[in-house]
């Protein structure tokens, strides 16, 4: 595998439904992210995480739980999530100190 | 504040034809600027990005953009599109090594008539 894989592509879910997204980068790379990308909004940064350690949360509501165990791996738990967050995901990944990012080809989520 | 403007939601070209994508940016200081394209249903693929130096930059699927700085400007352009380039196309400025986060456009989307 080469680049940022991330699974599943697509996921349904109700509103008491508990899953997770998973990331995973082969570029060797420290700094990963996750986006949310709603129709007709620009690229929204949810979380980004630097040698594991998360330096960014956007305001993003509990409900999403990051997780990184190590640089090349990066989760989103979701829980008790509401309609308004279906949207794609996207997970991408940089080298430290470099705004240059590469993505995966994201999660299309559907809340029902 | 920072922001990056795509001013045109759609844009439709004829196949064969050149394209211009604009590209406005508001930064105190010397941005990292990229452009991305995103087909439907995947992620965003990088076309290009300056740094510095010289102020036009090729990048892949034979796209360039030229960073004007007094016009705060990084527009892309293609001398004649193929109808594989239809798409969504994302500007972007970055801080730099500091700094992680992009400042994204809201998008241009790209419609390729036969």
């Known amino acids: 595998e080469t680049g940022v894989t991330q699974t599943p592509r697509h996921l349904v879910m109700g509103m008491t439904n508990k899953k997770s997204l998973k990331c995973e980068q082969h570029?060797?790379?420290?700094?990963m992210y996750w986006y949310k990308q709603s129709a007709k909004k620009p690229l929204e940064l949810m979380f980004v995480y630097n040698f594991k350690e998360q330096t960014e949360n956007n305001s993003v509501p509990s409900r999403f739980s990051p997780e990184c165990p190590n640089s090349s791996h990066l989760f989103l738990h979701l829980h008790t999530l509401q309609p308004e967050d279906s949207a794609l995901y996207l997970c991408?990944?940089?080298?430290?100190?470099?705004?240059?990012?590469?993505f995966g080809p994201g999660t299309r989520l559907t809340v029902t | 504040a920072q922001s990056v403007t795509q001013p045109d939601i759609h844009i439709t070209v004829s196949e064969g034809a050149s394209l211009e994508l604009r590209c406005n940016y508001s930064?105190?200081?010397?941005?990292?600027l990229f452009w991305y394209v995103q087909s439907p249903g995947q992620g965003l693929q990088l076309l290009l990005k300056?740094?510095?130096?010289d102020t036009l930059v090729q990048g892949i699927k034979g796209f360039e953009a030229e960073f004007k700085r007094s016009q705060s400007s990084f527009n892309l352009r293609k001398p004649s599109v193929h109808w594989s380039d239809a798409a969504e196309y994302f500007c972007?400025?970055?801080?730099?090594?500091?700094?992680?986060?992009?400042?994204w456009g809201a998008g241009t989307k790209l419609i390729i008539k036969p």
């Open positions: 570029l060797g790379h420290n700094a």
């Open positions: 972007a400025v970055g801080a730099g090594d500091s700094n992680y986060q992009l400042i």
């Open positions: 991408a990944s940089s080298r430290e100190g470099q705004s240059e990012q590469y």
């Open positions: 930064y105190g200081a010397t941005p990292y």
């Open positions: 300056y740094f510095s130096g």
